[in-house]
C-alpha cells in the first residue's frame, strides 16, 4: 500500500508532482495537521483515494455547525480509530497547550484523558483483528521523540503511552520538524514502532 502523507506545510509544487503522476498509484492520504483544509480538499479531489486527518494547533476547533472547521471530503479521525483496506488507523489531534486560549491545545494532563478514551477502541481492535493498531496519525510527536524543549514543541506523554499500549507500526506526525530539521533525524524507532515526521509530506510504501 503506497500512502502520501502531508503536515504542517503547503508545497505547492504538490500539484504539479500529481499532475505528472508522481503520486497515480497513491492507495491513502492522511494529513497530520497545521494545515489548510482547502489544501487537503484540493489533494483529495485531485487523487480521489480517501484522506484521513488530525487537526493541528493551527486548525480551527472542530465545530459540525461550521463547514469551515473541517476539510470537506476528507475524514477527522481525532480519537478516532478506523480500518481502511485491513489497515487499522487512529488519530490524535493537537499539540501541547502553550497559550491559555489555544485551540486543538492540551496540557499533558488533558491530553493523557483523551488518550485513555481510545482504550475501548484499542482494546475492540485486539479482540476482532488480533492487534490494537497498523499507524497512529497525530500532530504532535511523543515526549521526547523529535520534539523540543521550547514550550509549544514539546511531545506529549499522551502519545508515548499510546505507543506503548497500541504498538502500531508507524506512527506519523508533524509540528515540529521547521525547527530541528538539520539537527534530529525524522525516522526514529520505538519499541515495534517506526516513528516518522512527516512535514511537509511523504512518500511511505507498507
Ligand atoms: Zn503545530
Known sequence: MKILAVSDQVVERIYALISSGQFHD??????????????????VSLLNVPLYYVPGNHDPEYDERWSQSRAEGCINVDLRLTAFKGL??????GSVK??????????????NLRAWRMLPGLLWNRIRYGRALDVLISHSPPFGI????????????ALNWLLRVARPRYHFHGHTHFYRQNLSPSVTRFGST????????KMIEI
Open 194 to 201: 517506526e516513528i516518522m515526521n512527516i512535514y511537509p509530506y
Open 88 to 93: 487499522l488507523i487512529g488519530g490524535f489531534g
Open 146 to 157: 523529535h520534539d523540543d524543549d521550547t514550550k509549544a514543541h514539546q511531545g506529549l506523554h
Open 26 to 43: 497513491v492507495d491513502l492520504l492522511l494529513g497530520c495537521g497545521d494545515l489548510p483544509y482547502s489544501y487537503l480538499e484540493n489533494i
Open 98 to 111: 502553550y497559550r491559555p486560549d489555544g485551540v486543538n491545545q492540551y496540557t499533558q494532563a488533558e491530553a
